[in-house]
């Protein structure tokens, strides 16, 4: 179950933390992985030779997934290199400092639009006509928790993770008569590497009250990714499972 033989995923964001576990899994599972940075070769280079140590099959790819031209040309690279994309994975993100709404500005709350809605956006209109063609096709957001909890002091941040969600599931119903599924992910908090300098009682704080007691990993998120790209969840859309032991419950 869940083989993903012959399929082409792109994972955004995945020269560390979630996204590298993301390509990894679906890597395991068969898929040939484009994964993708932006700023810093050493990591990526890094991470690929650890994907291909797992017996990953593909490529690193360099691009800015909020630009439009920059997201076409990545787009044709990946096509050109292994084949048109058939599992979307969108997971890129940038730093998530959490502030008092007076401390944010205007442009802080563009750049969370821009990663969550902006960028999902372009990458669905990139792959879409592909998917809609062979009538097959896995886009996979990797929301937040932060949305159904409300977390504060975070309005930017849960703002737009909101709006990627109603994106998803507008998305959803839009391409479902093309057999393309849209489908979500909230994570807990997994630490990764961007948490190394987290202060030690914001993580006791937050351990303390996961029910499953224990922290999430990052291969917890990819496995759930493999599921929603595989055959056997061809009839789930418009969904978002939440993976983090019992946080929130739907």
């Given at each position: 179950?869940?083989?993903?033989?012959?399929?082409?995923?792109?994972?955004?964001?995945?020269?560390?933390?979630?996204?590298?576990?993301?390509?990894?899994?679906?890597?395991?599972?068969?898929?040939?992985?484009?994964?993708?940075?932006?700023?810093?070769?050493?990591?990526?280079?890094?991470?690929?030779?650890?994907?291909?140590?797992?017996?990953?099959?593909?490529?690193?790819?360099?691009?800015?997934?909020?630009?439009?031209?920059?997201?076409?040309?990545?787009?044709?690279?990946?096509?050109?290199?292994?084949?048109?994309?058939?599992?979307?994975?969108?997971?890129?993100?940038?730093?998530?400092?959490?502030?008092?709404?007076?401390?944010?500005?205007?442009?802080?709350?563009?750049?969370?639009?821009?990663?969550?809605?902006?960028?999902?956006?372009?990458?669905?209109l990139a792959c879409l006509?592909?998917?809609?063609?062979?009538?097959?096709?896995?886009?996979?957001?990797?929301?937040?928790?932060?949305?159904?909890?409300?977390?504060?002091?975070?309005?930017?941040?849960?703002?737009?993770?909101?709006?990627?969600?109603?994106?998803?599931?507008?998305?959803?119903?839009?391409v479902a008569p093309y057999?393309?599924?849209?489908?979500?992910?909230?994570?807990?908090?997994?630490?990764?590497?961007?948490?190394?300098?987290?202060?030690?009682?914001?993580?006791?704080?937050?351990?303390?009250?996961?029910?499953?007691?224990?922290?999430?990993?990052?291969?917890?998120?990819?496995?759930?990714?493999?599921?929603?790209?595989?055959?056997?969840?061809?009839?789930?859309?418009?969904?978002?499972?939440?993976?983090?032991?019992?946080?929130?419950?739907?």
């Amino acid at each position: 179950m869940f083989s993903l033989d012959g399929r082409v995923a792109l994972v955004t964001g995945s020269s560390t933390g979630l996204g590298k576990a993301i390509a990894i899994a679906l890597g395991k599972a068969g898929a040939t992985v484009a994964m993708n940075y932006y700023n810093n070769d050493e990591r990526a280079a890094d991470a690929l030779q650890e994907f291909r140590d797992a017996g990953g099959q593909g490529d690193m790819f360099r691009g800015n997934v909020i630009d439009p031209d920059d997201v076409n040309r990545l787009y044709d690279e990946i096509k050109e290199k292994l084949g048109p994309i058939d599992i979307l994975v969108c997971n890129a993100t940038p730093d998530q400092p959490q502030k008092p709404i007076e401390e944010y500005d205007w442009d802080f709350y563009q750049s969370m639009l821009d990663f969550f809605i902006k960028s999902p956006y372009l990458l669905s209109l990139a792959c879409l006509p592909h998917m809609k063609k062979q009538k097959w096709g896995r886009i996979i957001n990797i929301t937040s928790e932060v949305f159904q909890q409300g977390v504060s002091p975070f309005t930017a941040y849960v703002a737009a993770k909101g709006g990627q969600t109603g994106f998803c599931r507008s998305l959803a119903r839009e391409v479902a008569p093309y057999q393309v599924t849209v489908n979500m992910i909230a994570p807990g908090w997994i630490p990764v590497e961007r948490h190394e300098d987290d202060p030690q009682e914001l993580k006791d704080g937050y351990f303390a009250n996961i029910p499953m007691q224990r922290w999430g990993v990052p291969a917890d998120i990819g496995a759930a990714v493999c599921f929603y790209a595989s055959d056997e969840a061809a009839f789930v859309t418009g969904q978002t499972v939440s993976v983090n032991g019992g946080m929130t419950v739907n």
